[in-house]
């Protein structure tokens, strides 16, 4: 289970990170904090995994106070003001969500977190926003994704589920040690793959075309 603390001095805020996060069950809020002073305590009970964080507070920024906590721990940044991006990402942030969030972005975030912390007691998953629906699905039961206009889709061992995102997000989340692109329009899963004939990977039976840009790399990491 993921240990986070939400620390932000506006209610709402932190009342709709708990909605978001209490949605998914690997996750778990040790604490919710106005002050990051007051958060300070829990670093020394707990390992705390991600802290989603607010840049501009009364008493300490959030910069200065992910400066001063474990480097173990991911920071996701949460501001209203886009100008703070690029000191948040030169502290190393994992991700830098502007306010007003919404669930679809913050998803693309905890898929991140997924794909940088190692897990030892869960199974790797990805959470997939379908519609008003939300899909658990394990890393091993998808065989490749295809992009479909402004939409993704997962072809799974069992059923497709189409999302609204881009292959290009997805690709910056999936882990590279299981997921690879090698089309515009297609991101397979290497350990499904069992041939590479001519200009086409076969997962099994099923046919992905590879394009000229990627060719070269499929061969080296696949064969």
Known sequence: MLKCLIIDDEELARALLKTYINKLDYIDIVGSFENPIDAMESFKDESIDVVFLDIQMPE???TDFAKIIP?????IFTTAYSEYALEGFELNALDYLLKP???????VAINKIKKNITFTDIEETITIKSGYDLH???YSDILYIESDSEYVVFNTINKKIMSYQTLKSLNETLPNSSFMRVHRSFIVNKHKVTAL??????LSETKIPVSSSYYELVKEQLF
Do not use: C, E, H, Y
Not at 71 to 75: E, K, L
């Open 197 to 202: 004939k001519g200009k086409d990977l076969f």
């Open 136 to 138: 658990k699905i394990k």
């Open 71 to 75: 480097s173990s721990t991911q920071i």
């Open 60 to 62: 300490l920024k959030g």
């Open 101 to 107: 969030i919404t669930f679809d972005r913050f998803l």
